[in-house]
């Protein structure tokens, strides 16, 4: 039975925007019961046809065209106060922002009883009561506690819960999801689409999720749309189109995820002196509280971790968030002062090393960052940017100039990129800078900081190719740091897993992945969405040989 | 929220006692003999009321010993003579407190009353007229000095028009009791309250509806319109209870400005307060009542700052609760 | 530059600001030239109402001086203290905030409870108890201004530091072996300017308001003619010559007026983002 269908949909944007339509003649339909998964990169106006269904486009965007077919009505010649029946009763809607998405100000409770308000329904003791049921139904732990608690006392995964309570509080047919899982940690992720596809099952009602993930595209969907640039360039059965796309950007995004690749041999580790020497190293930090009585709180970041890095090789550190990951990344550049431990680089320990020796040894260890909006000063010029360092330690501007020149090459940029300043790039060309940067003091160890999380998958694994062809040619020693395991097994030797700021596993790649130890790692392993799928691919390609 | 509550008393004592360091520090860096500052421009008094400051403040010890003796007396409120006015300065401060805080307290709530309703409605009705009449309003009060506001309206209300009293604290001689005499103050009031909180009116507007705009875009704010409430219910219950957050730290900050104003408005309207108080001792260089002045007046800011305190904890719950 | 100026002609207030400002500030440079003679001097009887004799359109004051001519006089001292007090704030404000930012910890904490010890105490009082003290000049009044309005300015700058130090493009910058003073003043500070210079055009404002405030009060410096001066001498003649105070009145409003439009226009045009998110 169909629900509800959307025909010939075309979204305008305000002026002066980069396009004049964000989405271009889009027609789907939602059956009952199903997943419908919408995909595509950032821009391709895959949120904005959510947001059309929820009468919810931002200020300035308005449809210009098509129709979204509701139980007999086109919602988009509904009235304000028809849409505001409908929302939240017929059609509800979760974001993808699950710390921002509740008021701080209101207790849990209140805030999911106000969907009942809104409708009018129900008396203030049995909204409670609903309240109630319907924390224990979405997974939370002690809803009795939950239902007093204020937002900020919930973690990301359980903030998420709470709003998809919310949603689900009056039934509604259709559940709109624009990017649910999208910031949360992978285990996290795991738990939530497990409990969207349980609700889709006891309830039978309709799915309409928006996500650029194919593989929670390949966990979830029933059906799938593929959107590129506001159009609609694949739609089908989601096994048809995962397994044999007929469009060539689905092939092309499909072929662009890393998939955990464990199989290959790694390179042997060459024994002898390592380049890199961690021992003990531990990190805490003391942030002060407002409060006159109250303690400081002390985080235990890193704890005790200690391995080496050979010449040539590439060590992935993996954990989720809050796993210490990070810090432990800016201890060893010396970014931070760990608070104990021993970080040798050629021998030379550079742990807590100050003023005029920390400047002499800084430059052995470089880093490139995560977000390339960020990692490039926006008001330098390239040029700047990447000579600064080289000016700071010595060199003459002309022979700066000529070696910035040199490094662009390199990262496959043009050198006129020289005179330019960073918003003129994509962000892949800006990672590509962050990468010359971080080159251009010749380094002997350079520390990746998640430095391709933040990209769309097609120019992720542009860079990814880009980082493993300069591994090679210059034979890089590399700390690789990552939340996504599937991208640590495409450029890693061996694998460091953290949990808490503790090193809760470490050895050669094919055995951390092939043959976890721990519980933990195992779990991680688990949580990666499309496993099946690629299992699927696999066995397709044994059929074809 | 008792610790915090606490670390903002104990700040509010170490502000308190660095302005007595600060005034004891300003009456030694007055050019001239600091007795004479203490007693008033030099050679309005005569040198055996010197000689007494010279020994109670033990001016002829060492510098540490002087700060100690002049501290030990502030503390216990002891705030020094006033030579010109014949009268400890805490006395002369004390009489004159009262019509200050009236003053000052009303203009406070008329401002954040009639700032933070207009903001509303200018945020609401956004990109209309309205909103633009609200905001000129709310420029041009912002650009207009506070004394001259006060001198145009008494000429107005008071000298042209005749509808209200356009100086004092009550009608001279009249001897009003009960409720006629809260009438009459009331009456003498509305003029000195209202210019002195015109410009702190503008000040919460701005930053009313500069806030409402920015906590609409909220994502709870996109939770809440998906939840299918009312505009109207999502404006009041979601956005102006975040939006008031960042105005109840301001009002705090402000405080110190409209105490500061005071000083103007009681010269205008001749309104019995410290400000006036402090007005007169300008002119005759009476510094033992500037510096008094200032430190009840900072100690005032400072119990207008406490109350904001309690008011932000009371409304965020992560203050409330975790501290 | 171009597009700084396409996004500032956007708001039609700011440009009518910048109109007004040329205007006062043309009256500041042809002060001396049009009004050679001091302001001070008595040039007929007193109270000569506005347009009554040629040549002294405005009238003349309680002294019989030329209200004009003082009005002229008086955008010179109004604009000049606004001026100066603002850039001696800023060099104030700016090193402070910009320390504590980025240094963080004890440092932060002491520059801090000493920017907030400044900004707790009523600053209009100081400034009075400042001048009362020290003898009214017109450098004492500037510096008397710029003490009490630096606070807002280091808080200001402490914060967009703050966010700023923590960018990747800052410790990418440390990385690369430059000096902390380098890295403050050519990777952070340039990111903090825009909301500085926005913030920077409105403490004119209110420092041309706190001189008059000052002045009305008698504690300007006694040989500069000002507009709070004048406005304070008119005082006691308000029910008999009310334009007397009336007139530099205006002036100030239009001046201040003026100065608060073009921090708006300023602020639209240095931060497009969040322009284009109000609209």
Redo the contacts between chains.
């Keep these: 039975m169909t629900l509800l269908s959307v025909d010939d949909l075309s979204i305008a944007l305000p002026k002066g925007a980069d396009r004049e339509l964000a989405v271009k003649d889009v027609s789907f339909t939602l059956e009952k019961g199903e997943i419908l998964c919408i995909v595509g990169e950032s821009g391709s106006g895959k949120s904005m046809s959510a947001n059309a269904l929820m009468g919810l486009l931002p200020e300035g965007v308005r449809s210009a065209g098509g129709t979204i077919m509701f139980g007999g009505r086109n919602l988009l010649d509904l009235s304000e106060t028809e849409m505001l029946s409908l929302r939240g009763c017929e059609i509800s809607m979760i974001f993808q922002e699950p710390l921002s998405a509740l008021n701080p100000l209101m207790r849990i409770g209140d805030q999911i009883a106000e969907v009942f308000e809104a409708h009018d329904l129900l008396t203030p003791r049995t909204r409670r009561a609903r309240a109630l049921e319907l924390l224990q139904e979405v997974g939370l732990p002690d809803p009795e506690t939950t239902i007093r608690a204020y937002p900020f006392q919930l973690s990301g995964g359980q903030r998420q819960r709470v709003v998809i309570a919310m949603a689900l509080a009056l039934e509604p047919q259709i559940l709109v999801a624009d990017e649910p899982t999208t910031a949360l940690d992978v285990t996290t992720q795991a738990q939530i689409l497990d409990l969207i596809e349980e609700l889709r099952r006891k309830r039978g009602m309709a799915v309409l999720f928006i996500t650029h993930d194919f593989g929670v595209v390949a966990d979830i969907a029933d059906r799938v749309i593929v959107m590129q640039s506001g159009e609609v360039v694949e739609a089908g059965v989601a096994d048809t189109v995962l397994l044999t796309p007929t469009h060539p950007y689905t092939r092309a995004l499909l072929d662009a995820i890393p998939g955990l690749a464990f199989t290959g041999t790694p390179r042997a580790a060459t024994e002898g002196k390592p380049i890199l020497s961690v021992r003990d190293l531990s990190m805490t930090f003391r942030t002060r509280t407002s409060g006159f009585f109250a303690k400081p709180r002390v985080v235990r970041a890193v704890k005790d971790v200690s391995f080496d890095l050979q010449k040539g090789e590439t060590i992935g550190i993996v954990g989720e968030s809050g796993s210490g990951k990070s810090t432990l990344g800016r201890c060893l550049a010396r970014l931070l002062t760990p608070e104990k431990g021993v970080v040798k680089i050629g021998g030379q320990d550079i742990s807590h090393i100050k003023g005029r020796a920390l400047h002499a040894h800084r430059r052995r260890i470089q880093m490139v960052f995560q977000d390339p909006f960020s990692s490039l000063n926006p008001r330098a010029r390239i040029g700047t940017i990447l000579t600064d360092g080289l000016i700071a330690y010595g060199s003459d501007k002309a022979s700066a100039r000529a070696r910035a020149a040199e490094l662009l090459t390199l990262v496959d940029l043009d050198p006129s990129a020289m005179e330019r300043y960073p918003h003129e790039f994509s962000g892949g060309q800006r990672q590509r800078v962050g990468i010359a940067r971080a080159l251009a003091l010749e380094p002997e160890v350079i520390i990746a900081d998640e430095a391709v999380s933040a990209l769309d998958v097609s120019i992720q694994a542009q860079v990814l190719d880009l980082l493993a062809d300069l591994k090679d040619r210059l034979n890089l020693s590399m700390i690789f740091i990552t939340h996504d395991l599937r991208v640590a097994s495409q450029v890693c030797d061996r694998i460091i897993v953290m949990q808490r700021g503790e090193m809760v596993e470490f050895g050669p790649l094919v055995q951390v992945l092939g043959d976890p130890q721990t519980v933990y790692t195992q779990s991680l392993l688990d949580a990666i969405p499309g496993k099946a799928h690629e299992k699927a691919l696999a066995a397709q390609k044994e059929a074809a040989l | 929220m008792l610790g915090f509550i606490a670390a903002r008393l104990v700040k509010a004592v170490f502000i308190l006692l660095a302005i007595l360091v600060l005034n004891f520090v300003l009456i030694h860096a007055a050019p001239g003999d600091p007795a004479a500052v203490m007693a008033g421009e030099a050679g309005a008094a005569d040198e055996k009321f010197l000689q007494d400051l010279r020994e109670r403040f033990g001016l002829d010890q060492p510098f540490a010993m002087q700060l100690w003796t002049y501290m030990r007396g502030a503390v216990q409120l002891d705030l020094g003579y006033s030579y010109r006015q014949q009268m400890p300065v805490a006395e002369l401060i004390w009489d004159r407190l009262p019509a200050t805080l009236l003053l000052t307290a009303t203009a406070f709530v008329i401002s954040i009353v009639l700032g933070v309703t207009a903001g509303v409605l200018a945020a609401q009705a956004q990109g209309t007229w309205w909103d633009t009449l609200i905001s000129a309003v709310a420029l041009i009060f912002y650009a207009t000095p506070l004394f001259w506001v006060a001198l145009m309206a008494s000429l107005l209300f008071s000298v042209v028009l005749g509808w209200l009293p356009g100086f004092g604290y009550q009608t001279i001689g009249a001897n009003y009791t009960g409720l006629d005499r809260v009438l009459d103050v009331g009456k003498h009031l509305i003029l000195p309250a209202s210019t002195l909180g015109l410009f702190f009116t503008a000040i919460y507007m701005r930053m009313t509806r500069a806030s409402m705009l920015e906590v609409s875009r909220l994502d709870f704010v996109k939770t809440a319109r998906a939840k299918g409430l009312r505009n109207s219910v999502i404006q009041r219950r979601h956005v102006l209870r975040n939006a008031l957050l960042p105005v109840i730290t301001l009002a705090g900050l402000q405080a110190g400005q409209i105490v500061g104003g005071a000083v103007l408005t009681e010269t205008v309207f001749a309104w019995p307060g410290i400000g006036r108080l402090m007005f007169e001792a300008i002119s005759q260089r009476d510094y033992n009542v500037i510096l008094g002045v200032f430190f009840i007046s900072a100690a005032m800011v400072l119990l207008f700052n406490l109350v904001t305190d309690i008011l932000y904890g009371i409304v965020d719950p992560r203050i409330r609760i975790a501290t | 530059m171009k597009a700084f100026w396409f996004r500032y002609r956007q708001n039609r207030?700011a440009v009518i600001g910048l109109v007004i400002l040329a205007l006062v500030l043309l009256c500041a440079v042809a002060a001396p030239f049009l009004f050679p003679r001091s302001p001070w001097s008595m040039v007929q009887r007193p109270f000569l109402p506005p347009f009554t004799m040629d040549g002294l359109p405005l009238g003349t004051d309680a002294l019989g001086r030329d209200v004009l001519s003082g009005l002229f006089h008086g955008a010179r001292v109004s604009l000049l203290v606004g001026l100066v007090s603002t850039v001696v704030a800023l060099a104030i404000g700016i090193p402070i905030g910009a320390l504590a930012g980025y240094y963080g910890g004890l440092a932060d904490d002491m520059l801090m409870r000493f920017t907030?010890?400044f900004?707790?105490?009523?600053?209009?009082?100081?400034a009075?108890?400042?001048l009362?003290?020290?003898?009214p000049s017109l450098a004492y009044v500037i510096l008397a201004i710029a003490i009490v309005s630096w606070p807002p300015v280091a808080r200001l700058v402490r914060g967009e530091v703050l966010s700023l130090r923590h960018?990747?493009?800052v410790?990418?910058?440390?990385?690369?072996?430059?000096?902390n003073l380098?890295i403050i003043l050519?990777?952070v500070l340039?990111?903090a300017l825009p909301p500085i210079i926005v913030l920077a055009s409105l403490m004119v404002?209110t420092a041309i308001?706190l001189e008059?405030?000052l002045s009305?009060?008698?504690?300007g410096d006694p040989n500069v003619m000002s507009w709070?001066y004048m406005?304070g001498a008119a005082?006691t003649v308000?029910?008999t010559a009310?334009w007397l105070?009336?007139i530099p009145?205006i002036a100030?409003?239009l001046t201040?007026?003026a100065?608060?439009?073009i921090g708006e226009g300023l602020n639209d045009a240095l931060n497009p983002r969040l322009r284009r998110?109000?609209?």
Aim: hydrophobic content about 50%.
């Design positions: 207030g907030e010890f900004q707790t105490i009523p600053s209009f009082a100081l009075i108890v400042l009362a003290i020290f003898q960018r990747e493009f410790e990418a910058a440390t990385l690369s072996g430059q000096s380098a050519k990777q340039p990111n404002a308001l008059s405030s009305f009060l008698g504690l709070g406005i005082r308000l029910r009310w105070s009336f009145g100030i409003v201040v007026l100065l608060n439009l998110r109000q609209s």
